[in-house]
């Protein structure tokens, strides 16, 4: 199975600062289509998880411009301009490149 | 809009089989991809398998063995069945739609199942 590394564990953030997020994958995500299948979701307190970018850096409907996804192969990050205090949960990147799809361990963002 | 709602019971005994509905609105199963996926206390999320737009599934290799979805087109809803449970299975369940291009787009508010005697 695929294994997304997800770093950091979890990450403390001041209001309006910037957070990064790693996704470091232990094959090539790339399809032989040339697609790569690498998504992230937000899950918040009390809430289901929602798909933030789907395609690498594709910004779902919805989703501020403060979210943006980059990286190809094996290394992605995920980076969030100007937090806001909605931001505030656990976030997931996933591949569906391979089967079985499988889901990164998560990082939680907590606002200072 | 689409909208998914899992049901179900919330207390299942080791070893009996857990059953799920996802009902949907707004969209018809026969389109995308339907799929089940867990997320286990602490944070590890799984996926568990997905149904198709034709019928054809595919599962988690994990489960292979316990696991089945299936579909009633006529009432717009999938369904879970996981055989032989234990505690491990212990999670909360979520059903999605799923995109070829926004994998997991539309998600339920989940239901969690708690397998104990």
């Known amino acids: 199975d695929v294994v997304l590394t997800q770093t950091p564990v979890s990450l403390s953030v001041t209001l309006g600062d910037q957070a990064s997020i790693s996704c470091r994958s232990s094959q090539s995500l790339e399809y032989s289509d040339g697609y790569t299948y690498l998504e992230w979701y937000l899950q918040k307190p009390g809430q289901s998880p929602q798909l933030l970018i789907y395609g690498v850096s594709n910004r779902f409907s919805g989703v501020p411009d403060r979210f943006i996804g980059s990286g190809s192969g094996t290394d992605f990050t995920l980076k969030i301009s100007r937090v806001e205090p909605e931001d505030l949960g656990v976030y997931y990147c996933?591949?569906?490149?391979?089967?079985?799809?499988?889901f990164g361990s998560g990082t939680k963002l907590e606002i200072k | 809009e689409v909208q998914l709602q899992e049901s179900g019971p919330g207390l299942v005994k080791p070893s009996q089989s857990l059953s799920l509905t996802c009902s949907v609105t707004g969209y018809s199963i026969t389109s995308n991809y339907w799929g089940w996926i867990r997320k286990f206390p602490g944070n590890k999320m799984e996926w568990m398998g997905y149904i198709s737009y034709s019928g054809s599934t595919s599962y988690n290799p994990s489960l292979k063995s316990r696991i089945s979805i299936t579909r009633d087109t006529s009432k717009n809803q999938f369904f879970l069945q996981l055989n032989s449970v234990t505690t491990e299975d212990t999670a909360t369940y979520y059903c999605?739609?799923?995109?070829?291009?926004?994998?997991?787009?539309?998600w339920g508010q989940g239901v969690m199942v708690t397998v104990s005697s």
């Open positions: 996933f591949q569906a490149t391979h089967d079985p799809l499988t």
């Open positions: 999605a739609r799923s995109h070829w291009e926004t994998p997991f787009d539309y």
